[in-house]
């Protein structure tokens, strides 16, 4: 990956975590751009995208979020100093949430560990 390609998928993250907090919309939950990966090209970029709640909750806000790219897209080109805006593809990042239920799962073994 190029040092542009970094930069910009830092850019990405930043910037369309902003947006989304400036939305207010009730429906989103609490919402985390994990990630994003740029096509060589800077034509398309893939977002991660992660939620707290449970699975319905989740599938919820990731489908508001989805209806919202074309707004987020017009809004990153209104900050962005780039020739094109890259198309974003969402993509449910549930990596946060593996994380968090291995933490949960050392510290029950260790407390397990604790009684013996």
């Known amino acids: 990956m190029s040092l542009r390609q970094e930069r910009v998928n830092k850019f990405l993250v930043q910037e369309i975590s902003a947006i989304v907090r400036r939305m207010k919309d009730p429906r989103l939950g609490f919402v985390t751009f994990t990630e994003a990966h740029v096509s060589p090209d800077l034509r398309t970029a893939r977002i991660g995208v992660s939620f707290l709640g449970d699975e319905a909750e989740r599938q919820a806000s990731f489908e508001v979020l989805q209806r919202a ?6 809004e990153l080109l209104k900050v962005s100093h780039m020739r094109t805006t890259p198309m974003l593809e969402l993509y449910l990042d549930d990596g946060p949430l593996k994380s968090a239920r291995v933490q949960e799962l050392l510290r029950e073994i260790e407390d397990d560990q604790a009684d013996i």
């Open 69 to 74: 790219v074309g707004y987020i897209r017009r």
